[in-house]
């Protein structure tokens, strides 16, 4: 069965520190998808990433970077430079193929403070 | 229309009494599904329609759920007799893929939080 866990429950840093958001997932697949979503206060979520098993290359999109790495079932999210406007609940997911069910890991409270 | 819209925003019921949550989905979209969200913790698979179809809804908690999509856009997630642990943020959310929507990913709405005293 499917499993996201996201180990860090809460953190808080200081505007322009570097913050990693850990995410390890379980599939029995072998085709999956990984996704990252952003929830801010006002309750929707955002859709950041999607990566498929078969890409292990490391994405960067401007102050956002992933690290896909398929030895160790990880899926990670950094910000570089964080800003205020980053603090929101961070959200790594995981489908199969042939699944409607997206599985979402409990969340990440990030807080950045000025 | 532009986003995934949901309504009410906020709704608080009586405990027994009957709710019905509403999702205007993107405009053309085929796929839809609603998420259970309780406090504090990731979005959980409710179900999910392939136009008016209702083609998964495994993650329903209870007989007392139920949705519906009639005409292929507009979905009603109605709850009977609620109770206090379906409090949640019920969150939809509308994708232009198929079968197998989820692997591409989907755009969500504000969700409705609904509160069961």
């Known amino acids: 069965a499917q499993k996201v866990t996201q180990a860090q429950t809460e953190i808080s840093v200081v505007e322009k520190e570097d913050v990693t958001l850990d995410c390890v997932y379980e599939?029995?697949?072998?085709?999956?998808?990984l996704f990252w979503y952003k929830q801010p206060p006002s309750g929707e979520l955002v859709f950041l990433i999607r990566?498929?098993?078969?890409?292990?290359q490391n994405e960067i999109s401007g102050r956002y970077s992933w690290n896909f790495q398929k030895s160790t079932s990880s899926f990670n999210f950094t910000i570089t430079a964080s800003q205020v406007v980053d603090s929101a609940v961070y959200f790594c997911a995981l489908s199969e193929d042939n699944n409607n069910d997206m599985r979402f890991g409990a969340g990440t409270r990030l807080t950045v403070k000025p | 229309g532009a986003g995934v819209s949901q309504s009410p925003r906020y709704k608080v019921a009586k405990r027994g009494q009957d709710v019905a949550l509403r999702c205007d989905p993107i405009s053309g979209h085929v796929s839809l599904f609603w998420y259970q969200q309780a406090l504090g913790q990731g979005p959980e698979f409710l179900t999910y329609?392939?136009?008016?179809?209702?083609?998964?809804k495994s993650g329903l908690p209870s007989d007392r759920f139920f949705a519906e999509r009639p005409e292929g856009s507009v979905s009603t997630l109605k709850i009977q007799r609620t109770q206090q642990e379906d409090s949640a943020v019920y969150l939809c959310a509308s994708s232009s893929s198929g079968q197998w929507a989820s692997i591409y990913g989907y755009t969500f709405g504000s969700g409705t939080r609904l509160t069961v005293v």
């Open positions: 599939t029995r697949d072998t085709t999956y998808y």
């Open positions: 329609f392939q136009n008016e179809a209702q083609l998964d």
């Open positions: 990566r498929n098993s078969f890409d292990e």
